[in-house]
């Protein structure tokens, strides 16, 4: 299996809007972090799908290490 790129060692805050499908980058390649650009073409990575529930700024994760993706768990400071 496909380790994903670390593509930062710290969450990037997005503000949300509800009901807005947002898609998260789960390799890592994408130049648009947090979210997917199409980079995985070719692995087995997708992007994961994220709806937002409110309006609100949100936690996502960088590292691509997290447990809770796409939300940061704090995994990015054991690296």
């Known amino acids: 299996?496909?380790?994903p790129v670390i593509?930062?060692?710290q969450p990037i805050a997005v503000d949300v809007v509800a009901g807005k499908n947002y898609f998260w980058c789960?390799?890592?390649k994408s130049a648009t972090q947090p979210f997917c650009?199409?980079?995985h073409k070719g692995?087995?990575?997708t992007p994961m799908a994220?709806?937002?529930d409110a309006n609100r700024k949100v936690f996502l994760c960088a590292?691509?290490?997290t447990s809770k993706a796409p939300m940061?768990?704090?995994t990015h400071s054991k690296l």
């Open 72 to 74: 940061c768990d704090g």
């Open 43 to 45: 692995s087995s990575f």
């Open 37 to 39: 650009d199409g980079a």
């Open 1 to 3: 299996m496909e380790e």
């Open 7 to 9: 593509a930062g060692k």
């Open 63 to 65: 590292c691509k290490k």
């Open 50 to 52: 994220y709806k937002a």
């Open 26 to 28: 789960a390799c890592g």
